[in-house]
């Protein structure tokens, strides 16, 4: 952990969304992480935090841990909780386990609402996602408490599941609590930042439009990333640098 902060402090990022698997020394110690962070300069944007929801409601197990994330986060003014679903095996069943994942989601969301913690859910787009495709977000969108629970697109993986990123955006920017964006070819391949078919100046233009005041968190799922994550990350910092941070400025409008 304290190696991912140093590199996302050298590429010039302010924050960092913290997968809690990664939390490694800091999961026991709020307080720790947060004299880190601020002895960096950096902020915790989101902690994600993973789940199945094999039923309508939560486990015990599930329910434990999303409370203790939901109090690790009282120590980090204005982070999210970020929501994906783990995949399963397959896609059967396909409508009642979305109506599952949904239902916990929004129990969580509320119980995180009321302590002051914003929650927001994240689809993702493998083969056995059960949030993938179009008809699986119309589905998400239909269920989802939005009372207590935001959305966190992901544009790569909307490209992936075979939609126009920018277009899920503008439907959907008045319950936008987060966002990832990662790079992705219209053929579905994962690539570096600017490489891929995802039109990143117009959706950042989308967004400041609209007055988006939340996150934008910067991904990488290429072969590369998992050999020469340092070297993606100040990649990734130069095109954000070169291409998005002048319309965030309002040097350039497009």
């Given at each position: 952990m304290d190696h991912i902060l140093d590199t996302v402090k050298k590429a010039g990022f302010k924050g960092v969304d913290v997968q809690y698997a990664l939390l490694g020394k800091y999961n026991d110690s709020p307080e720790q992480l947060k004299e880190?962070?601020?002895?960096?300069?950096?902020?915790?944007?989101?902690?994600?935090?993973?789940?199945?929801w094999e039923s309508n409601v939560e486990s015990e197990e599930e329910k434990k841990r999303a409370d203790y994330y939901i109090d690790y986060l009282k120590h980090f003014p204005n982070a999210l909780l970020n929501l994906p679903a783990r995949v399963g095996p397959n896609r059967d069943n396909l409508l009642k386990r979305q109506?599952?994942?949904?239902?916990?989601?929004?129990?969580?969301?509320?119980?995180?609402?009321?302590?002051?913690?914003?929650?927001?859910?994240?689809?993702h787009s493998p083969a056995n996602s059960y949030f993938r495709i179009?008809?699986?977000?119309?589905?998400?969108?239909?269920?989802?408490?939005?009372?207590?629970?935001?959305?966190?697109p992901d544009v790569g993986h909307i490209m992936a599941g075979g939609m126009d990123p920018l277009e899920i955006i503008k439907e959907h920017l008045s319950i936008i609590k987060h966002v990832h964006f990662k790079d992705c070819s219209s053929s579905f391949e994962w690539k570096k930042m600017g490489y891929g078919d995802i039109d990143f100046p117009a959706i950042?233009?989308?967004?400041?439009?609209?007055?988006?005041?939340?996150w934008i968190i910067f991904e990488e799922e290429t072969d590369e990333a998992k050999v020469a994550a340092d070297q993606c990350v100040f990649d990734i910092?130069?095109?954000?640098?070169?291409?998005?941070?002048?319309?965030?400025?309002?040097e350039i409008v497009r």
């Open positions: 880190k962070l601020d002895s960096m300069g950096l902020k915790l944007a989101a902690l994600t935090l993973p789940f199945s109506k599952d994942i949904i239902s916990c989601v929004n129990a969580v969301g509320k119980r995180a609402y009321e302590n002051g913690v914003v929650a927001s859910f994240h689809p179009k008809s699986d977000y119309d589905v998400l969108f239909e269920e989802l408490d939005t009372r207590y629970v935001g959305y966190t950042v233009e989308t967004l400041v439009n609209y007055g988006y005041d939340g910092s130069k095109y954000v640098e070169k291409n998005l941070q002048p319309i965030v400025r309002g």
